[in-house]
């Protein structure tokens, strides 16, 4: 399984970005996939999940009701819509995936991840 995630960079606070995973290498129908962030000097944290079969999704309280993951089966690509952004989600954003379930992957460990993409929003 291949994982690239691609679409992260500045912003102002208040402002919106997308974030993109292209996935290969796997049956991506009976997957989960997620996005975590890291930011300096802290623990890499769970923001999204979402089932690809089903469209159940999960989200950490500190991103619910701002972001919004979703995926494109065409495309195989996972997306975390993020909007109303605040400088206290500037990390590395990563995307994640395991056939394991919605559970697997929000309390981890995770078997397949990304490269990272840099979040900056500045005040």
């Known amino acids: 399984v291949q994982l690239q995630a691609s679409g992260g960079g500045l912003v102002q606070a208040g402002g919106s970005l997308r974030l993109s995973c292209a996935a290969s290498?796997?049956?991506?129908?009976?997957?989960?996939m997620g996005w975590f962030r890291q930011s300096p000097g802290k623990e890499r944290e769970f923001v999204a999940a979402i089932s690809w079969s089903g469209g159940t999704t999960y989200y950490a309280d500190s991103v619910k009701g701002r972001f919004t993951i979703s995926t494109d089966n065409a495309s195989n690509t996972v997306y975390l819509q993020m909007n109303s952004l605040k400088p206290e989600d500037t990390a590395v954003y990563y995307c994640a995936a395991d056939s394991r379930g919605l559970y697997t992957v929000v309390a981890g460990p995770v078997a397949f991840w990304g490269q990272g993409t840099q979040v900056t929003v500045s005040s």
């Open positions: 290498g796997g049956a991506f129908s009976s997957y989960t």
